[in-house]
T-cell receptor
């Protein structure tokens, strides 16, 4: 069983809709949670970063972490065709002996249609 | 400021051949990483480096070697390529050990026949 599970999609939504993405994980030691966006044939780029539980908002993007349920979410409001990409969740324990070891989900492909 | 660059962009190898992937960063970052990305598997860490002259194993290091002779460069070597190493390889770098600051390169697509 993978430590981080993410539905691969594709998730197709009309322009202007809310995109809802999520990941579940099994390692209760994870403390740092990230969302990356990856366009086709490009490298991932960091979108959101959250430490521990709670919500974080940045423009049209909202990240939520529920450590009790081992569940994280990313919401994209007023979605645009330019949001069409694969979204990867990533997380880590943040401990000294595991600082370089991000665990990634497999990614969810999102398609926003005009 | 080019960020993180990778060469080559694409390569085809025959089983048993060797090659080196080059990663370069111009951000003066201490930490550098090599990942592979496979369908349905997500990104997996191969090796990483905490500074010039130092390297360490990640999650899937077998079949790969790395070197960090210069701070700005991180090389990934395949001594004897196998079809299982067909993948997209990404290099990343970060200022600190905090993972949220990793910056990724554009990737190298490798096909091993």
């Amino acid at each position: 069983q993978k430590e981080v599970e993410q539905d691969p999609g594709p998730l197709s939504v009309p322009e202007g809709a809310i995109v809802s993405l999520n990941c579940t994980y099994s390692n209760s030691a994870f403390q740092y949670f990230m969302w990356y966006r990856q366009y086709s044939r490009k490298g991932p780029e960091l979108l959101m970063y959250t430490y521990s539980s709670g919500n974080k908002e940045d423009g049209r993007f909202t990240a939520q972490v529920d450590k009790s349920s081992k569940y994280i979410s990313l919401f994209i409001r007023d979605s645009q065709p330019s949001d069409s990409a694969t979204y990867l969740c990533a997380m880590s324990e943040g401990a000294t002996d595991s600082w370089g070891k991000l665990q990634f989900g497999a990614g969810t492909q999102v398609v926003v249609t005009p | 400021n080019a960020g993180v660059t990778q060469t080559p962009k694409f390569r085809v190898l025959k089983t048993g051949q060797s090659m080196t992937l080059l990663c370069a960063q111009d951000m003066n970052h201490e930490y550098m990483y090599w990942y592979r990305q496979d369908p349905g598997m997500g990104l997996r860490l191969i090796h990483y480096s905490v500074g010039e002259g130092t390297t360490a194993k990640g999650e899937v290091p077998d079949g790969y070697n790395v070197s960090r002779l210069k701070k700005q460069n991180f090389l990934l070597g395949l001594e004897s390529a196998a079809p299982s190493q067909t993948s997209v390889y990404f290099c990343a770098s970060s200022v600190t050990a905090h993972q949220e600051t990793q910056y990724f390169g554009p990737g190298t697509r490798l096909l091993v026949l």
